[in-house]
């Protein structure tokens, strides 16, 4: 059993647990305020272990199962060290790095929380596009070449945030999605001229 698998199952537990005792999620739940006034850093990464409904949950463990095999194929194969550690340390790191945005937006905003593994999901969508930038994807049955969907799904990211809208952590969303194009390149700095040469290789 991989990595991905395991924390599938871990991430699933935990959320269905939150489902029926609410307490769990307000103590553990993603609250800018709480970390900075409170000092409750386990916040950090907690918050990535729980959801808020069904389909929030499935939704990400499918996207997560969908692309994790395909990532750690690729970091086995270009970055050093053990390909399950390296995963580890990159989903954990991304589940915080994702959420630094909304923690200096929001730090002092007590009403505002946030629960899902959305932005470390994201990190290993895009670090699957960083490696195989044509990949095609499945956007409601429509395929669609990785790097396009990559692109519009940033600028979505970005218009949402923006407007503030609705209660879904389009912050989160972008910035995981950044991350995970930036951590293989950090530790493998050659990967950005390879995928440059991947674009440049279709015209």
Same mark, same amino acid.
């Given at each position: 059993?991989?990595?991905?698998?395991?924390?599938?199952?871990?991430?699933?537990?935990?959320?269905?647990?939150?489902?029926?005792?609410?307490?769990?999620?307000?103590?553990?739940?993603?609250?800018?305020w709480?970390i900075?006034?409170?000092?409750?850093y386990?916040?950090?990464?907690?918050?990535?272990?729980?959801?808020?409904?069904?389909?929030?949950?499935?939704?990400?463990?499918?996207?997560?199962?969908?692309?994790?095999?395909?990532?750690?194929?690729?970091?086995?194969?270009?970055?050093?060290? *053990?390909? #399950?550690?390296?995963?580890?340390?990159?989903?954990? +790191? @991304?589940?915080v790095?994702? %959420? =630094?945005?909304?923690y200096?937006?929001?730090?002092?905003?007590? *009403?505002? #929380?946030?629960?899902?593994?959305s932005?470390?999901? +994201? @990190?290993v969508?895009?670090? %699957? =596009?960083l490696?195989?930038?044509?990949?095609?994807?499945y956007?409601?049955?429509?395929?669609?070449?990785?790097?396009?969907l990559?692109?519009?799904?940033?600028?979505?990211s970005?218009?949402?945030?923006?407007?503030?809208?609705d209660?879904?952590?389009?912050?989160?969303?972008?910035?995981?999605?950044?991350?995970?194009?930036?951590?293989?390149?950090?530790?493998?700095?050659?990967?950005?001229?390879?995928f440059?040469?991947?674009?440049?290789?279709?015209?």
């Amino acid at each position: 059993m991989n990595i991905a698998i395991i924390i599938i199952i871990v991430i699933c537990l935990i959320s269905i647990a939150g489902f029926s005792q609410p307490e769990l999620i307000y103590k553990y739940q993603f609250n800018a305020w709480q970390i900075k006034h409170r000092k409750e850093y386990l916040r950090w990464i907690s918050h990535g272990f729980f959801h808020g409904s069904w389909m929030h949950l499935l939704i990400n463990m499918f996207v997560l199962w969908s692309f994790s095999r395909a990532v750690l194929f690729y970091f086995m194969r270009s970055l050093p060290g *053990n390909s #399950n550690i390296v995963f580890l340390l990159f989903f954990f +790191s @991304a589940i915080v790095v994702s %959420s =630094i945005y909304s923690y200096l937006k929001e730090k002092d905003n007590y *009403n505002y #929380n946030a629960i899902g593994a959305s932005g470390a999901v +994201s @990190a290993v969508v895009f670090a %699957s =596009i960083l490696y195989d930038p044509f990949r095609i994807i499945y956007l409601y049955f429509i395929p669609v070449p990785g790097i396009l969907l990559g692109i519009g799904y940033l600028i979505y990211s970005r218009v949402m945030s923006q407007r503030n809208t609705d209660n879904i952590g389009h912050d989160a969303h972008f910035w995981g999605a950044v991350y995970g194009f930036v951590f293989p390149i950090l530790l493998n700095p050659s990967l950005l001229s390879r995928f440059f040469n991947e674009l440049i290789s279709i015209f």
